[in-house]
């Protein structure tokens, strides 16, 4: 069983930056391959950035350049740094760990407005 707990959103203005923790709670947290996505209202929930247990990377498209996430194993923590932000980043934005099922976090929102 793992517990997710998301931190780190709120209000920034166009050009600015947020990063998002995500702590996580259980066992194994370094076996688990994890990810954020974001759900925009009337949008389905897309992946924004993934990371593997050993460390490989994977952006969506949109934010390739601008996002980075990593991992810190030994605080059991995910981190999302997003810099350049835009206003369509605007969304809530989830944390999930997967093994043989996949966790979610209860979601962090993250508003990019002038």
């Known amino acids: 069983q793992v517990q997710l707990v998301e931190s780190g959103g709120g209000l920034v203005q166009p050009g600015g930056s947020l990063r998002l923790s995500c702590a996580a709670s259980?066992?194994?947290?370094?076996?688990?391959?994890m990810g954020w996505y974001r759900q925009a209202p009337g949008k389905q929930r897309e992946l924004v950035a993934s990371?593997?247990?050993?460390?490989?990377?994977n952006y969506a498209d949109s934010v390739k350049g601008r996002f980075t996430i990593s991992r810190d194993n030994a605080k059991k923590t995910v981190y999302l740094q997003m810099d350049s932000l835009k206003p369509e980043d605007t969304a809530v934005y989830y944390c999930?760990?997967?093994?043989?099922?996949?966790?979610w976090g209860q979601g962090t929102q993250v508003t990019v407005s002038s």
């Open positions: 999930s760990a997967h093994m043989s099922r996949t966790y």
């Open positions: 259980g066992s194994f947290f370094s076996a688990y391959a």
């Open positions: 990371i593997t247990s050993g460390g490989s990377t």
